[in-house]
């Protein structure tokens, strides 16, 4: 079982740049897919971005692809977005989310999910 804890989310004008972080608790932080998603308010949550295991395979959304990078250091546990040029359309809640397995997009195939964090851009 993983316990996920995002941080880094606040306030940005338009064109800036924030770094979101994710610490996992347990062992087996290693074996799961990570990923990123997001939600507007009155929208459904989102894909934004997901890495497998090793950091070896990445995928993004076509929304943000070029502007955000995800990274993971299983060292330490830990998942981060760093996100670049941010429009106020990346508006949201942004969670961390862990998956044993299947598509990176799938939301449904994530597991363990953080309470997210609230990333607002001003334009």
């Known amino acids: 079982q993983a316990q996920l804890v995002e941080s880094g989310g606040g306030l940005v004008q338009a064109g800036g740049s924030l770094r979101l972080s994710c610490a996992a608790a347990?062992?087996?932080?290693?074996?799961?897919?990570m990923g990123w998603f997001r939600q507007a308010p009155g929208k459904e949550r989102e894909f934004v971005a997901a890495?497998?295991?090793?950091?070896?395979?990445?995928d993004y959304a076509d929304s943000v692809k070029g502007r955000f990078t995800i990274s993971r250091d299983n060292a330490q546990n830990t998942v981060t977005l760093q996100m670049n040029s941010l429009k106020s359309e990346d508006t949201a809640v942004y969670y961390c989310?862990?998956?044993?397995?299947?598509?990176?997009?799938?939301?449904?195939?994530?597991?363990?999910w953080g309470q997210g964090t609230q990333v607002t851009v001003s334009s």
């Open positions: 890495i497998n295991w090793n950091g070896g395979a990445t």
């Open positions: 347990g062992r087996t932080f290693s074996r799961y897919i």
């Open positions: 989310a862990a998956s044993n397995g299947g598509s990176f997009r799938w939301l449904a195939a994530y597991l363990y």
